[in-house]
């Protein structure tokens, strides 16, 4: 993912290209078949496991992952955190692909796609949580859409248009953060309706503030986890300003994720608590559950504290892909490995090559767009022409 | 019991299954409860009586026009195996030789309970589903997208996918013969058992069956209607021998109707829209505040800063031209000492020769 990034492209074929045209094409060959022979074929979803690794990961993760978007722009432009600045835009087209992605693989998910604006123009099922969901991510990936494109209208020379954008930035960061914390918070609502299906230790009347907190750190760690693989193979996209503000923002961020992550700790405790579930951590699923909440919420807590303070920027950013790890283990925990519990493990989901290879697919898309736009568009440094914004 | 329309709706609304029928409205705290349409109908499942013949499959597939089944319904080893509903199947029979109790083998039927709030309706997106007043819970798959949350949702595990159909996909399951009961015809099932184990009625009259059959033969039924509650109440009815656990029914469920489940969620939405704005349009003036007042500060701080310096300079130069001032008087003062002495001495001197001249000569070149 380097050389024609480094230098002048003089050849296609780096190591990066070619495994990810090798993903593309397989990508689309079981594209093919997933709308020509149905789910059945490709997916090994059952009566008993309606939703597999397309909504596990794909879904949950997925939006997760995109909290970077509302979490920065928020820190910047509501809570004033300025000095931050230069993280607003690859975090906002971070968020933007993602959501993207998310979109697409529901595409392939759902039984029907092209039905998909159904639940608005045809008959609003407005006590499912599912619409609210919907109803957000439509409306918040049009928000960042919007958020993105001054920095293509200004590749583009569109003044005027970027201009106009720019002045409603506050108001998208605003309808932003009101539209994450109802989605993110009712990915795990959306679970709500199964307590007879979610292990206990998962289930909670807590759960839509788990996820939502959840993604808080989530996007925290996503900035910083991103903003050290782009300055590994993009440095040359930054201008003086990212370079400068980048160990800033690690340390800022880390601090921050320190902060959410000890209060994340305590609400998952009293979660456990409110249930009285105590007796089932001697469980195996109580073992897993605590692997989660010891190995992938307080040892992160502990690690970003001690690499804030020691000022250890190799540790922060170790931290953050781990913490980064430990929210996909949740969303697939809640979506998948705890849910089902109770059924024999005959009749459990493990997810198809296919299925794997789509996810694996709509993840390569992500990075190649997101390598198109960045090796053109002023993400990562700031546009000539606009010198004192973003 | 009898309520107005418009009353009944207004408790399904509360209830969270509003969109159905009436008003879109999911309440978290709320008085009121809806115990079923009134006058609609059910079946009661009677354990005991049932001997796996697997005619109700039989019944059920022919009327529905489902696909053959692999094995044909005559063939009774299909019980072997622990059986669910498919998208084949609406219904199917399971047979249960290791009762905890020692009794058996017994039999259970499996099919779409029709909850009197179904969680399935509540969930779905688009409303496919409804709790119909005859007690059927409807599926409209003209308007279905797909998203199966209806499967994740059932606590019964009911519904099926077709999952091989790639461009008409349906979610499969029970309709309570909707078609045929509309018409005053028995479902299916019921018209094939040749055991009276299912009976069809007003769900109010089967509870009432059930529990004089539970009061007449206390010894062959456990004291409990499953159905009457759980969940919230649904419109099929089961009586047993052993506890429903044996006969794979589960006993954790809960008498919570499934909308509540999510309705304190789903009440936080509003709030939320409401107040989060406020919230960071207040967080947002409070930074710009403190920005403008820092500014502010900063200019008067500056401002101070250089009247001071200005003072303190001006202070100085003042010092500095009265010392100057003071140095020129010393040494003007010493000068004239100096002169002074000096034409004493002169003066002495001259008092040798001729004093009086110069000594005058001396102090007028000092003066210019």
Not at chain 1, 169 to 186: A, D, E, R
Not at chain 2, 184 to 212: H, S
Request: charged share 20%; with cysteine.
């Amino acid at each position: 993912m380097s050389d024609e990034v480094t230098t002048p492209v003089k050849s296609y074929l780096t190591p990066f290209n070619m495994v990810a045209g090798i993903i593309v094409i397989i990508g689309l060959f079981v594209t093919v078949l997933r709308f020509t022979q149905g789910l059945g074929s490709v997916t090994n979803l059952s009566d008993y496991n309606p939703w597999g690794i397309w909504i596990g990961f794909d879904l949950l993760v997925g939006v997760a992952l995109a909290a970077g978007g509302f979490v920065t722009s928020s820190a910047v432009y509501i809570f004033g955190l300025k000095k931050y600045h230069s993280a607003v835009r690859p975090a906002i087209l971070t968020g933007f692909l993602g959501y993207a992605m998310v979109v697409v693989a529901l595409n392939y998910d759902v039984g029907r796609p092209w039905r998909l604006p159904y639940p608005f123009i045809m008959q609003q099922g407005t006590t499912s949580l599912l619409f609210e969901v919907a109803a957000c991510v439509a409306l918040y990936l049009t928000v960042l859409f919007l958020e993105f494109s001054p920095a293509a209208l200004e590749w583009l020379g569109l003044k005027r248009l970027r201009n106009i954008l720019i002045k409603l930035t506050l108001l998208l960061t605003i309808f932003g953060v009101v539209l994450s914390t109802l989605h993110q918070s009712s990915l795990g609502a959306l679970f709500l309706i199964a307590p007879s299906k979610l292990h206990p230790l998962w289930y909670s009347p807590y759960i839509a503030v788990f996820f939502f907190v959840s993604a808080v750190i989530a996007g925290l760690s996503m900035v910083i986890f991103e903003s050290t693989l782009s300055h590994r193979y993009f440095a040359d996209k930054m201008d003086e300003s990212h370079l400068k503000e980048k160990d800033d923002i690690a340390l800022g961020f880390g601090k921050a994720a320190s902060l959410v992550l000890a209060g994340y700790f305590i609400i998952k405790v009293i979660g456990i608590s409110e249930g009285n579930h105590w007796h089932l951590l001697g469980t195996s699923y109580g073992i897993w559950f605590l692997v989660e909440l010891v190995g992938f919420v307080a040892l992160p807590c502990f690690a970003y504290a001690i690499g804030v303070r020691e000022k250890n920027l190799k540790l922060i950013k170790w931290t953050a892909a781990w913490t980064v790890l430990g929210i996909v283990i949740n969303r697939l925990n809640v979506g998948l490995i705890a849910f089902n519990w109770h059924l024999p493990s005959s009749e459990r989901y493990f997810p198809h090559w296919m299925e794997i290879a789509i996810s694996v697919f709509l993840v390569t898309l992500l990075l190649l767009i997101f390598r198109f736009i960045v090796t053109r568009m002023p993400i990562m440094y700031s546009h000539p022409d606009y010198p004192d914004e973003h | 019991m009898s309520i107005s329309r418009r009353k009944f709706l207004g408790w399904l609304g509360a209830a969270g299954l509003g969109t159905t029928v009436g008003p879109k409205t999911a309440r978290a705290a709320s008085n009121k409860n809806f115990s079923g349409y009134p006058q609609s109908n059910g079946v009661l499942f009677d354990s005991t009586r049932c001997i796996g013949c697997r005619k109700c499959e039989e019944g059920c597939n022919k009327v529905n026009e489902l696909p053959e089944p692999d094995k044909s319904f005559s063939d009774l080893s299909v019980l072997e195996t622990r059986r669910r509903t498919t998208a084949k199947a609406y219904t199917v029979v399971n047979r249960y030789d290791d009762t905890g109790s020692g009794k058996g083998p017994l039999y259970r039927k499996i099919q779409c309970n029709h909850c009197l709030e179904p969680a399935c309706a509540s969930v779905c997106f688009v409303t496919a589903f409804k709790k119909t007043a005859t007690g059927a819970v409807t599926y409209d798959e003209s308007v279905c997208v797909g998203c199966r949350y209806c499967m994740i949702a059932c606590p019964f595990e009911i519904p099926a996918y077709e999952y091989d159909n790639a461009f008409s996909p349906k979610v499969m399951k029970c309709t309570l013969c909707f078609p045929r009961i509309s018409k005053g015809q028995l479902p299916g099932c019921v018209e094939a058992c040749p055991t009276e184990a299912l009976t069809y009625g007003k769900r109010e009259d089967l509870l009432r069956i059930g529990r004089e059959r539970i009061r007449t033969f206390p010894d062959r039924y456990v004291d409990h209607i499953y159905g009457e509650n759980e969940m919230g109440g649904t419109s099929w009815l089961y009586l047993s021998e052993v506890p429903f656990k044996e006969i794979g029914m589960r006993e954790d469920l809960g008498e919570t109707p499934a909308p509540k489940l999510t309705s304190g969620a789903l009440s936080a939405v509003p709030m939320i829209v409401g107040l989060w704005p406020v919230l960071l349009g207040g967080i947002y003036a409070i930074n710009k505040r403190k920005e403008k007042i820092e500014k502010q500060e900063k200019e008067q701080a500056v401002a101070a800063a250089v009247a001071a310096a200005e003072a303190e300079a001006k202070a100085k130069m003042k010092e500095a031209m009265e010392f100057q001032e003071k140095q020129k008087e010393k040494a003007i003062e010493k000068a004239v000492s100096k002169a002074l002495e000096e034409a004493a001495k002169a003066a002495e001197e001259a008092a040798s020769d001729t004093p009086s001249e110069d000594a005058d000569t001396k102090s007028s070149e000092e003066d210019s």
